[in-house]
């Protein structure tokens, strides 16, 4: 894929999309047990609007066109069912990538969700998203409403020229994310801002908490901690991002 920074994350989500789709199935290349949240049933998929510098999938959304292993909604769920159930999870989730690219990433997960649910009706399954679809397709919100959808939302600035310096996309789609936040909210779905604390200082946090309140979303954000895989700082560095002493 050609690239230059920074790009337009719509354009850019239209051709990751068109590579990483095929006849409904999407390209995953692992299923696994992960310890975060407690223990969560995990997919990891391939294939971002963005391209974060900390990314620790960074290379394999670059170019998904390396990849070749296409799973549909079914066997996604087979997959995340089987790990829960040997590990007596009752949490699932998509990562590595971004779940919400277009229209047809949108309907593969809903496919995983619906069968997860059917299975697993007490099961929490915790939607890892950028925001940036949901935010450019309003519309769309109402496909996602899941009796126990949870969706975490990566604001990945606190204003547009960090977003644009840390997700290499245009600084003008800043708002997007944001306006995702709020719609989820009206709806009264759970969903919450986070945040890579390291990158920031404490005048930064607070920055971007007033921009939450502007926007009228009134959860708390959560904090992430960095994880400094040498591959991640290396790219951080030739990137110009910075972690905040």
């Known amino acids: 894929m050609s690239l230059n920074f920074p790009f337009d994350p719509v354009e850019r989500a239209a051709e990751v999309e068109r590579l990483v789709m095929k006849d409904g199935k999407r390209l995953y290349y692992r299923f ?18 963005f391209l974060c510098a900390y990314c620790w999938n960074y290379f ?7 990849f070749d292993k296409f799973y549909s909604s079914q066997q996604v769920a087979e997959n995340l069912l089987r790990i829960a ?13 971004e779940p919400l690219l277009g ?4 309907e ?11 299975e697993e009706p007490r099961s929490v399954f915790i939607l890892e998203t950028n925001g940036f679809f949901l935010g ?3 519309d ?26 840390i997700s290499g996309a245009k600084k003008e789609f800043f708002r997007y994310p944001l306006v995702a936040l709020k719609e989820l909210e009206k709806e009264g779905m759970k969903a919450w801002p986070a945040v890579m604390r390291d990158l920031f ?9 007033k921009v939450l309140e502007d926007y009228g979303i009134g959860v708390q954000l959560e904090q992430e901690v960095l994880e400094e895989y040498p591959f991640v700082t290396e790219n951080m560095k030739r990137r110009n991002v910075w972690i905040k002493s």
């Not at 047990?33 to 998929?45: F, N």
Request: proline share 2%; glycine share 8%; with cysteine.
């Open 140 to 165: 769309l919100v109402k496909k996602l409403i899941f009796k126990n959808l949870w969706i975490r939302i990566s604001l990945k600035g606190v204003n547009e020229e960090s977003f644009e310096l």
């Open 32 to 49: 696994r047990a992960a310890p975060y949240y407690g223990g969560i049933a995990t997919a990891d998929a391939i294939g971002c609007s």
């Open 201 to 209: 200082s404490d005048e930064d946090i607070g920055r971007l908490e």
């Open 103 to 106: 229209e047809a990433s949108l």
């Open 60 to 66: 394999r959304n670059l170019n998904p066109a390396r």
């Open 136 to 138: 450019c397709r309003k």
């Open 85 to 97: 159930r040997k590990r007596s999870f009752h949490l699932f989730r998509i990562t590595g990538s």
């Open 108 to 118: 593969h997960l809903r496919g995983v969700l619906k069968i997860i649910f059917q």
